[in-house]
């Protein structure tokens, strides 16, 4: 079994890389519904359809180019990217279409400062 050792990420926002990133996590759901019989012993299902999220975890700074487009996204109302990527190394990455639908500044005396956010994919994700 091969494992995946990231020493370096990388999540940009359109071509943007979001500056200080602590962590990202890719979350995808596969829907689906039962077809089972009456009667039957296993379950049949079958898929309803995909979605996806992307978390981000950084350090604030209201300089970075790619946090201040995520705080103007949610200060003006225009939330909506058309590329969202979370980068498996230099070449690969998952990419999508997404909606910011969570950004949090978290302020804490004697801490650095934090910033987060939750995308809400809009469309495929793609992983080449």
């Given at each position: 079994?091969a494992?995946?050792?990231y020493?370096?990420?990388k999540?940009?926002?359109e071509?943007?890389?979001l500056?200080?990133?602590i962590d990202?996590?890719?979350?995808?759901d596969?829907?689906?519904?039962?077809i089972s019989?009456i009667?039957?012993a296993?379950n049949?299902v079958?898929?309803?359809g995909?979605?996806?999220t992307l978390?981000?975890?950084?350090?604030y700074?209201p300089a970075?180019?790619?946090?201040?487009a995520?705080?103007t996204?949610?200060?003006?109302?225009?939330?909506?990217?058309?590329a969202?990527?979370?980068?498996?190394?230099?070449?690969?990455?998952?990419?999508g279409?997404a909606?910011?639908?969570?950004?949090?500044?978290?302020?804490?005396?004697g801490?650095?400062?934090?910033?987060s956010?939750?995308?809400t994919?809009?469309?495929a994700?793609?992983?080449?």
């Amino acid at each position: 079994m091969a494992l995946k050792t990231y020493t370096a990420g990388k999540v940009a926002i359109e071509t943007t890389e979001l500056g200080y990133l602590i962590d990202g996590t890719l979350t995808v759901d596969v829907g689906s519904g039962d077809i089972s019989k009456i009667g039957t012993a296993w379950n049949a299902v079958t898929e309803l359809g995909k979605g996806w999220t992307l978390a981000v975890s950084c350090n604030y700074d209201p300089a970075d180019t790619a946090q201040a487009a995520l705080i103007t996204g949610y200060t003006s109302g225009e939330a909506s990217f058309s590329a969202v990527s979370l980068y498996d190394d230099a070449s690969v990455m998952h990419s999508g279409s997404a909606l910011l639908t969570n950004a949090v500044v978290t302020k804490a005396v004697g801490q650095v400062d934090k910033f987060s956010a939750t995308f809400t994919g809009n469309g495929a994700l793609t992983h080449a």
